[in-house]
């Protein structure tokens, strides 16, 4: 299998896949758990981008074009069943460019799409813009998202390690330019955290003018929501109806 992805469990006879786009920084192993809460029908498939996981040497990629153009010919071998995306934050913008990849180089479309604690790809970047910070402004502006654990940005040598690939996400996310295209078909449900402090639930709302079927839902939690333990259990009963 191609080192851009990742399947804990690969299942016999899968009716459906579901490939998860982390967060900026966040490697294919945060869906791990995901494979072995959901049905023996449903194969999990996770994104690994370069400078993180497996592919933790080699240097991050910093343009979204270069991503999806590389990430597409690799996942479409498994795009021979029906299929649906995830993306949390930095991830769901990956999918979404992904998606119009798809749309334009062999009109193949997931049958759902999950965009979750992101900005709709039209609306502009606040600042200040992460990318451009000096290392310690960084990982000060860092601790903001609360996403990465106080022992891991309070020690000096991981974050030494970890620096590259998270200014090379928020490179690819605040260099992002929007490019306006036909909406989409096939439904796309935002979620947003009920205590998220870094995105609106405004700001998943926009998503709506990216397709002709779309729902809001809101999610206990920071913005870093799913990474609860029961978290897959709100995607299931959609997840449930694709394969019937």
Not at 46 to 70: N, W, Y
Not at 110 to 127: D, E, G, N, R, Y
Request: charged residues 15%; hydrophobic residues 45%.
């Amino acid at each position: 299998m191609s080192d851009w992805l990742v399947c804990p469990q690969r299942r016999a006879q899968p009716q459906l896949r579901l490939f998860c786009f982390a967060y900026a920084g966040g490697s294919a192993w945060i869906f791990r758990p995901w494979a072995k809460q959901l049905p023996d029908n449903i194969e999990t498939c996770a994104i690994e981008l370069p400078g993180r996981g497996k592919r933790l040497i080699e240097p991050g990629l910093t343009d979204l074009t270069t991503i999806v153009q590389s990430l597409g010919p690799q996942i479409l071998p498994l795009l021979d069943l029906p299929f649906a995306f995830f993306g949390h934050s930095m991830g769901a913008l990956v999918a979404f460019e992904l998606c119009r990849w798809l749309r334009s180089a062999v009109q193949l479309a997931p049958k759902q799409f999950w965009v979750s604690a992101a900005c709709a790809p039209h609306l502009p970047i606040s600042p200040p813009l992460m990318h451009q910070l000096s290392d310690q402004d960084f990982i000060n502006r860092l601790k903001y998202y609360q996403g990465t654990p106080v022992s891991v940005s309070s020690n000096l040598e991981l974050m030494e390690l970890m620096l590259p690939t998270l200014r090379a996400d928020f490179t690819v996310l605040e260099t992002y330019a929007y490019q306006p295209r036909a909406p989409f078909t096939f439904p796309i449900t935002g979620l947003w955290g009920s205590q998220d402090s870094i995105v609106s639930q405004t700001d998943v709302a926009a998503w709506q003018v990216h397709t002709s079927q779309f729902s809001l839902e809101m999610v206990a939690g920071d913005h870093f929501f799913m990474q609860q333990p029961l978290f897959i259990q709100k995607l299931l009963p959609t997840l449930a109806n694709l394969t019937r």
